[in-house]
Antibody, heavy 126, light 108 residues
C-alpha cells in the first residue's frame, strides 16, 4: 500500500524557517517524481515544487522561488521541503504528492498526482 | 499562460449529469487531471490523461478535452459526490504544475 506521511509542520514567526519531511512507503520511491502542494485555509490548491526521481529536474512556483528548497533522499525514501524567510501568506496545509509512473517529461502529455499524504499544517504568525 | 480557470460553483440535482470545466492555454498541449476534495481530507485523483480513472473511482466520472478546455463529467451524480473539484496540468512551458481555482459542487 502506498503511503505518504508528512511531518515537520508547526507555528513559526515571520522570517523564520521550517523543514518539512515526507516519508514514503509501499512503492519504489527512487522511480517517481515527487511534489509539494499547499492549501491556505479556505483556499484552493497551489502547486509549490516538483523534483524528478533522480533530482535532475527541480522547479518552484514563483511565490516560493528563492525561499524554499525541495530535496529528496532516495536511500531514506524521503522528500523534504526547506522553507526559509517564511511569510504569513505561506500559512497552509502542505501536502506531499507522488507523480504518476511516467517520467517527469513524457511524450504522452499526461501529468498527474496519483497519491497524496494527509498534509501537515504550517502556520506563520507572530 | 500558466493559469487554469474553473467556475467557482456548480450545482446538480441528485441523479442528474453535471459537467465541470477547466480552461487554459496549456491544455492545448497537456491533459488535465482532476481531483476531488472533501472537507478536512486530502485531494483524491479521479481522472487523468485522455479519460482514465484510477482504481476505485466510480465509472460515473469521466473526462474529455477540446482545444483549451478540459471537462469532468459526473453522470448520475450522487450525494457523496458533493465536494470541491480541482483541475491540474503543467504550465505552457511544461516544467511547472498549475491548478485551477476549484469548483464547489453541490448535489441538490
Amino acid at each position: 500500500e502506498v503511503q505518504l506521511v508528512e511531518s515537520g509542520g508547526g507555528l513559526v514567526k515571520p522570517g523564520g524557517s521550517l523543514r518539512l519531511s515526507c516519508a514514503a512507503s509501499g512503492f519504489t520511491f527512487s522511480s517517481y517524481s515527487m511534489n509539494w502542494v499547499r492549501q491556505a485555509p479556505g483556499k484552493g490548491l497551489e502547486w509549490v515544487s516538483s523534483i524528478s526521481s533522480s533530482s535532475s529536474y527541480i522547479y518552484y512556483a514563483d511565490s516560493v522561488k528563492g525561499r524554499f528548497t525541495i530535496s529528496r533522499d532516495n536511500a531514506k525514501n524521503s522528500l523534504y521541503l526547506q522553507m526559509n524567510s517564511l511569510r504569513a501568506e505561506d500559512t497552509a496545509v502542505y501536502y506531499c504528492a507522488r507523480d504518476g509512473p511516467k517520467g517527469y517529461y513524457d511524450s504522452s502529455g499526461e501529468y498527474y498526482f496519483d497519491y497524496w499524504g494527509q498534509g501537515t499544517l504550517v502556520t506563520v504568525s507572530s | 499562460s500558466s493559469e487554469l480557470t474553473q467556475d467557482p460553483a456548480v450545482s446538480v440535482a441528485l441523479g442528474q449529469t453535471v459537467r465541470i470545466t477547466c480552461q487554459g492555454d496549456s491544455l492545448r498541449s497537456y491533459y488535465a487531471s482532476w481531483y476531488q476534495q472533501k472537507p478536512g481530507q486530502a485531494p483524491v485523483l479521479v481522472i487523468y490523461g485522455k479519460n482514465n480513472r484510477p482504481s476505485g473511482i466510480p465509472d460515473r466520472f469521466s473526462g474529455s478535452s477540446s482545444g483549451n478546455t478540459a471537462s469532468l463529467t459526473i453522470t448520475g451524480a450522487q450525494a457523496e459526490d458533493e465536494a470541491d473539484y480541482y483541475c491540474n496540468s503543467r504550465d505552457s512551458s511544461g516544467n511547472r504544475g498549475v491548478f485551477g481555482g476549484g469548483t464547489k459542487l453541490t448535489v441538490l
